[in-house]
């Protein structure tokens, strides 16, 4: 039996050729695959400046990651924690007690911890990175415990030791590092207006708005400084958690001398209203009392 080749006549090509021809069409697939993965090398550059960008604009805008390099806040958070901030939620509502907030302190806070200076622009670009990326830790960021908001008066300590605020007593077992006291400084400080009164959770070590009382606002830092508020702790895995606000801070009393406090001057108002609106009265009477005819 013949093949088709053979059948229909022609010559038979020899093995030869076709094993040239069939490494001919393979030629063609071979290139376009170095093709492929010299596109993919090509591109990896932009793709990593476009991920770092991007990365970039929602570290600025939304969340950001924090080192914790120091021991302030213990045992809430340790060194080397990193938690993660949202720098949107103060857009949707105010500051309040018991927030854990990172501040910038430049021009106004020495660091808590030394960090040695770069030694050359390239290790200074890779801090920068690793700043903005919570991975080392920034020179003048800071992150503490809101005590006190705006109007509050905070005060060390009652009969028991505790912290007031607005003459409500705080209890801070929750938080607070173990067989830590409130507070070894006594003070008592009104916060003013656009500041906020900041606790470390590690009182003995933390230095806070009580060291600072010479500075303006009495040691309260500016509201505009704040970056965002800590809510979860997302390395180490083992310690992983959200950061919500005490229950001390939530407390009936607490609210009920907030309400007063924000009334007061509305009731100011209305009692200065009555001998205004008693004067005018007066006054006008007298304009339309009739006049005797001539």
Not at 94 to 122: Q, T
Request: proline content about 8%.
């Amino acid at each position: 039996m013949t093949s088709d080749g053979q059948g229909a006549g022609g010559p038979r090509r020899p093995v030869e050729d076709e094993v040239d021809v069939v490494a001919e069409e393979t030629k063609p697939a071979a290139k376009g695959g170095k093709g492929k993965k010299g596109s993919f090398w090509r591109e990896l550059p932009v793709l990593v400046v476009v991920a770092l960008l991007l990365a970039l604009i929602i570290k600025s805008f939304v969340v950001q990651a924090f080192y914790i390099p120091s021991e302030s806040m213990e045992n809430t958070l340790l060194v080397n924690d990193r938690v993660l901030v949202n720098k949107l939620v103060y857009h949707t509502r105010d500051i309040e007690r018991g927030d854990i907030v990172v501040f910038s302190g430049v021009d106004s806070w020495a660091s808590e911890v030394d960090v040695p200076e770069p030694g050359n622009p390239v290790a200074g670009f890779f801090r920068w990175v690793g700043t903005a990326f919570g991975v080392v830790p920034g020179e003048k960021d800071y992150i503490k415990r809101v005590i006190g908001v705006p109007g509050d008066t905070v005060k060390c300590c009652d009969a028991k030791g505790r912290i007031t605020v607005n003459g409500v007593p705080l209890e801070e077992k929750a938080y607070l590092y173990p067989d830590d006291q409130p507070s070894q400084k006594f003070f008592e400080i009104k916060v003013e207006k656009d500041r906020l009164w900041v606790m470390g959770d590690h009182r003995s070590v933390s230095l806070d708005s009580r060291f600072h009382q010479g500075d303006p606002g009495g040691g309260a830092i500016p509201k505009d400084s704040v970056v965002g508020r800590a809510f979860v702790v997302v390395w180490p895995f083992g310690r992983a958690a959200t950061l919500p606000i005490p229950d001390t801070f939530t407390q009936p009393a607490l609210k009920a001398a907030t309400a007063a406090g924000s009334t007061t001057p509305l009731l100011l108002g209305f009692a200065g209203a009555f001998p205004v609106m008693a004067l005018r009265r007066r006054i006008l009477s007298k304009n339309t009392l009739p006049q005797p005819k001539l």
